[in-house]
């Protein structure tokens, strides 16, 4: 029987960035390959780049996403001028400073970035094929002890709690299918009444699924976002406790 991990996604703004038009950053309702890999990646203490381990990793993902909670999207127009000097965001007290030219920042950036506001997402991914490295396994210790900080779409959205589940049996898990994984990790407190799920269009169709495309992968080697795949998006119904039933 497949291996999946669980994840739970949840910050007070968070950013699954979608297709940028111009200067907007747009968001999808869901996290994206793109997403997942730079976030494992970054736990596991892979560089930018590193872009033949990058893409490695994001070609062995498979994975569905529930969305628990959806908040309100709001919009941030940053005005931002940089020097190539300029340090900041450190990772385990070490100072970065940033790279390129001098003309990357000889003049101000003016942009709009969309944030997503109190959103629960869990997450079911496993990994093809399951026995290369880095395995589930290793995952989970870098998930608990990550290289540098972790950051849900953007360097401003931290998460909120942590990635993995406090109990290690809803950290990896043996399922059949991508949606039986997702259905051992429970949906957040405060949940909405109606769960989104988004799953590979290859999985089982079932009434009222919506398949639609998605650009969620990134090129690593070009830098360049694309992939084109389908996915399938259903709604099912949060399930309500009977009352006096166990937890």
């Known amino acids: ?4 991990l669980l994840l739970r996604l949840e910050a007070p703004l968070l950013a699954f960035g979608g297709e940028v038009v111009d200067a907007r950053g747009v968001l999808a309702d869901f996290p994206g390959a793109s997403l997942l890999t730079g976030l494992l990646a970054n736990a596991l203490g892979y560089r930018r780049g590193e872009a033949e381990r990058l893409q490695a990793l994001q070609d062995r993902l498979v994975f569905a996403a529930r969305l628990d909670r959806a908040g309100a999207r709001i919009t941030d127009f940053q005005t931002v001028q940089l020097d190539k000097d300029d340090r900041g965001w450190t990772t385990r007290g070490r100072p970065e400073g940033r790279a390129g030219g001098a003309g990357s920042y000889a003049g101000p950036h003016l942009r709009r970035r969309d944030y997503d506001c109190d959103v629960s997402c869990a997450v079911a991914l496993r990994l093809t094929p399951s026995e290369a490295t880095p395995t589930l396994d290793d995952l989970v210790t870098a998930l608990l002890q990550p290289e540098r900080p972790l950051f849900l779409g953007r360097k401003p959205c931290l998460p909120s709690r942590p990635l993995l589940d406090e109990r290690a ?9 991508l949606l039986a994984a997702l259905g051992l990790l429970p949906p957040a407190e405060d949940s909405d009444p109606t769960l989104r799920i988004m799953l590979p269009a290859s999985e089982p169709a079932a009434p009222g699924d919506h398949v639609r495309p998605v650009t969620d992968a990134r090129n690593w080697r070009s830098g360049v976002h694309g992939g084109h795949r389908l996915v399938r998006v ?3 119904a949060r399930a309500v406790p ?3 039933a166990a937890a």
């Open 234 to 236: 259903r709604a099912i």
């Open 169 to 177: 049996e809803r950290r990896i898990v043996d399922a059949e299918s």
């Open 1 to 4: 029987m497949p291996r999946f």
């Open 242 to 244: 009977r009352p006096g």
